[in-house]
């Protein structure tokens, strides 16, 4: 893959993006469904949902909120599924190849655990803030990269924790880099400011009278919560209400994470990031 400026990683970052037109319905079969998680019932791993068609589409895909589907909507592979369909496995899906679904659904969760972290990567590679680290970031995509090219024997023995380790290291010094810089520009003195551990409890928390701009929220749990924007990589988003909040600039933020949350026109969204259709069009 060719070095990536600021410019290529915004292009980049669209293969980094769910294409179920190219994918064989494997999120609706490889994994596991819990009640807990937003889904009606538990579904083991390896079974069909009973909403897959012999297309590998969704019955109900216009209907998944009233259904009680919110899991289905909030996920996203990061582009996983159809790597996984069209090159790991040359577009044979597993309906006509029964014997490579095993396979193929197993390659499929670590291939989407790749691609999460390729994503992580590319948007730290887009922040001017974190020049001083553009060149390791590189690396490290093509690294993470060259991975989800593996063979599939190979791919299916990797210790994607111990990469994920080192990709987690270079996100966080990324995350320092650019909140460092929003320490010393943000001036508001007539919001309160606060500072929150990595994994913080915030659930039902009310946000909103709280300067959030360069807070660091890795890892809270923002269940019906109402927040502003800062760094939110792996931050629990389910419903946490985001109706008029600024998150245009927040950073190593998902589509899944949005997906999740209670949104409307007035939600400001980085870029790169969807506005959901289930949600609602007043301010």
């Not at 669209?14 to 998680?37: K, W």
């Not at 897959?52 to 909507?73: A, M, T």
């Not at 691609?115 to 020049?131: D, G, I, M, P, V």
């Not at 269940?223 to 988003?237: M, Y």
Request: glycine share 6%.
């Amino acid at each position: 893959m060719l070095k990536k400026d600021i410019d290529s990683s915004f292009l980049y970052r669209n293969n980094l993006r769910s294409d179920c037109e190219h994918c064989f319905g494997l999120c609706c079969v490889a994994l596991y469904f819990a009640a807990s998680e937003g889904f009606p019932k538990n579904k083991d791993a390896g079974e069909p949902c009973p909403n897959l068609n012999q297309e590998f589409r969704c019955c109900v895909h216009n209907s998944l909120l009233e259904d009680g589907l919110k899991g289905c909507i909030a996920f996203e592979c990061f582009g996983a599924g159809q790597k996984v369909a069209q090159v790991s496995f040359a577009g044979q899906d597993w309906q006509k190849v029964p014997s490579s679904s095993k396979q193929m659904f197993e390659v499929f969760l670590i291939m989407r655990q790749l691609h999460e972290l390729l994503w992580y990567l590319t948007e730290a590679l887009s922040l001017k803030q974190t020049s001083p680290i553009h060149s390791d970031l590189s690396l490290m995509i093509d690294e993470i990269e060259r991975l989800t090219y593996l063979r599939l024997d190979f791919l299916m023995e990797l210790d994607v924790a111990e990469h994920r380790a080192k990709v987690n290291t270079l996100l966080i010094r990324a995350s320092e880099l650019v909140r460092n810089q929003v320490f010393q520009e943000r001036k508001s003195p007539q919001r309160r400011r606060k500072t929150f551990s990595r994994g913080a409890d915030l659930i039902g928390a009310d946000l909103r009278s709280i300067d959030l701009r360069g807070a660091n929220l890795r890892g809270a749990y923002l269940i019906a919560a109402d927040l502003g924007g800062t760094d939110l990589n792996g931050t629990d988003f389910r419903d946490a209400d985001i109706r008029g909040a600024d998150l245009s600039k927040s950073i190593f933020l998902t589509q899944a994470q949005i997906n999740a949350a209670k949104g409307d026109i007035s939600t400001k969204l980085p870029p790169f990031i969807a506005r959901p259709r289930h949600w609602s069009l007043s301010i």
